[in-house]
């Protein structure tokens, strides 16, 4: 079946601009993760959402970001006013319950 | 804080051997830890996951140790294949909540 998908996979943005990326999780997944992994680095938390429940911001870097998940299924991550060091890879993951979250190919951003 | 850590950042080894790859985690409460690997360009892929309630978990090729005294995991790979070259991340999950905590990766060369 399907599998996480991410678009764009590429976003190449100025400085200042807002940038909204997106996020299809697996066919009935009920959770949904976004991360994000710098060069060379590990993956970061950001948010999370589980089924109707309140989403976990707690890993938000700053109230430039925000995450939506509409419907329980598709979500977009915006960040407003990017700066360069937002720069990098942006992946989602879904997963059934809490357990095994299953990633998708990422959106890597640019900020120039 | 929370963290999660590898030992060694670069692994190289000959086609066919076993390889070891080890992790360090510092949240004893946490109860659910998985393997991932990441290709170059990709998200991360699930290798195999363990609970804290058990020590050991085998795979296809892949086995996964858990020591709960030192909070040590590791990740073994049999018969160690050119198609297994990557980064691969531990990643632990604290029992109060569904995110994960990533350590840094470890590169996996093979070499024929």
């Known amino acids: 079946g399907a599998g996480v998908s991410q678009s764009p996979s590429n976003k190449v943005t100025e400085k200042g601009k807002d940038v909204e990326l997106r996020c299809d999780p697996i066919?009935?997944?009920?959770?949904l993760y976004w991360y994000r992994q710098s060069l060379g680095q590990g993956l970061e938390f950001l948010i999370y959402?589980?089924?109707?429940?309140?989403?976990?911001k707690s890993g938000l870097p700053s109230d430039r970001f925000s995450a939506e998940r509409t419907g329980g299924s598709v979500s977009t991550l915006t960040i407003q006013r990017t700066q360069q060091e937002d720069s990098a890879v942006y992946l989602c993951?879904?997963?059934?319950?809490?357990?095994?979250?299953?990633f998708g190919p990422g959106t890597r951003l640019t900020v120039l | 804080g929370e963290s999660v850590g590898l030992h060694l950042p670069t692994l190289s080894v000959q086609e066919g051997d076993n390889s070891i790859i080890n992790c360090a985690y510092s949240?004893?409460?946490?109860?659910?830890f998985i393997w991932y690997k990441q290709e170059s360009g990709k998200g991360p892929q699930f290798i195999i996951d363990?609970?804290?309630?058990?020590d050991k978990r085998q795979g296809q090729r892949v086995t996964v140790l858990l020591n709960k005294t030192v909070k040590h995991l590791s990740l073994q790979i049999a018969a160690t294949q050119p198609g297994d070259s990557a980064v691969y991340f531990c990643?632990?999950?604290?029992?109060?909540?569904?995110?994960?905590?990533f350590g840094t990766g470890t590169r996996l060369q093979v070499f024929p």
């Open positions: 993951a879904s997963s059934v319950g809490g357990d095994t979250q299953y």
């Open positions: 066919s009935g997944h009920t959770a």
């Open positions: 959402f589980q089924g109707n429940s309140a989403p976990d």
């Open positions: 949240n004893s409460a946490s109860d659910y």
């Open positions: 363990i609970r804290s309630n058990m």
């Open positions: 990643a632990e999950k604290p029992n109060n909540t569904d995110k994960l905590i």
